[in-house]
């Protein structure tokens, strides 16, 4: 176990998208980062280039997020970095084709989703938790210093949602499971909060991401005619779609001191979608 005393964040789904650019935004930090992913290859590429162009310790384990045992061995491997756990982001999703109607979504298709989605986002806040609850309080920092003498906590756990788990918008699989993340995580915030652990949810909107890609086609890939012409990025308020970046910096500050009252709180960050049309 290292003796360093610096702070460890675990970024599931970190290989990638917005999980790729929230360890990116940690490393900057000077965390010692844990990137746990199903893309093995990928993930220790990504850990690399962060050890190399941050300084830090970047490392890379393998979860399932479906699988209780993998959770659990990721996140003991993440605490066994410093002998705590100081930040979780919780960013593995997938998602169907954004054109696909409900009649054409198989019940496999569906359940596997919610494995994913749901019952991903559950297991690894539950181990997070269960890893921060054995911690002593952290003192939360301040700059400039607070006059007040702000109560320490354990941990701070940010799972990735959707606006998606806001509204009706399709997605006959993924759609439902962005709600049932978005309970996941206020319960969160009520089961642990006492111990002074936060929960809070990011709910993005459209974003270039591979796994958007792969629902969107062309449509999501920046400098394609059909990312020029989107009618959804049309409906945009700010007329494009987000970059991983944005949202990472909104992650960032959910697991900062500097969100440190927040607890349970659903953040939206989608251009003006969701509520201006």
């Known amino acids: 176990m290292s003796t360093t005393t610096k702070q460890v964040a675990l970024i599931v789904g970190g290989a990638s998208g917005i999980g790729e650019a929230t360890a990116r935004k940690l490393a900057s930090r000077g965390c010692v980062v844990v990137i746990a992913d199903m893309n093995e290859k990928l ?4 850990a690399e280039d962060i050890s190399r162009i941050y300084g830090v310790e970047a490392e890379f384990v393998r979860i399932d997020v479906t699988n209780e045992e993998s959770v659990k061995a990721a996140v003991d491997f993440a605490a066994s970095r410093t002998g705590r756990l100081d930040f979780a982001a919780n960013c593995a999703g997938i998602c169907e084709s954004t054109w696909e109607e409900e009649k054409s ?3 496999e298709l569906f359940d596997r989703t919610h494995a994913v989605n749901t019952r991903g986002i559950w297991l690894c806040q539950k181990y997070e938790a269960a890893q921060m609850q054995k911690q002593d309080p952290r003192q939360i920092s301040f700059s400039p210093p607070s006059q007040h003498a702000v109560p320490g ?28 993340a978005v309970g996941v995580t206020k319960n969160g915030a009520k089961f642990y909060g006492p111990d002074g652990i936060r929960c809070n949810a990011l709910c993005p909107g459209w974003t270039m991401t591979a ?30 779609m987000a970059f ?34």
């Open 105 to 107: 979504i198989t019940v």
């Open 211 to 240: 796994m958007t890609e792969h629902s969107m086609g062309e449509e999501a890939k920046l400098g394609t005619e059909e990312n020029e012409n989107s009618a959804v990025a049309k409906a945009i308020s700010l007329r494009r």
């Open 244 to 277: 991983a970046q944005e949202q990472a910096n909104v992650l960032g500050f959910l697991l900062s001191d500097e969100s440190s009252y927040m607890n349970g709180s659903v953040v939206v960050v989608d251009g003006g979608y969701h509520d201006i049309r």
């Open 43 to 46: 993930g220790k590429s990504v």
């Open 153 to 180: 906590q354990r941990g701070a756990i940010a799972n990735v949602a959707s606006m998606a788990g806001l509204h009706a918008m399709g997605l006959a699989a993924y759609t439902p499971s962005k709600y049932a």
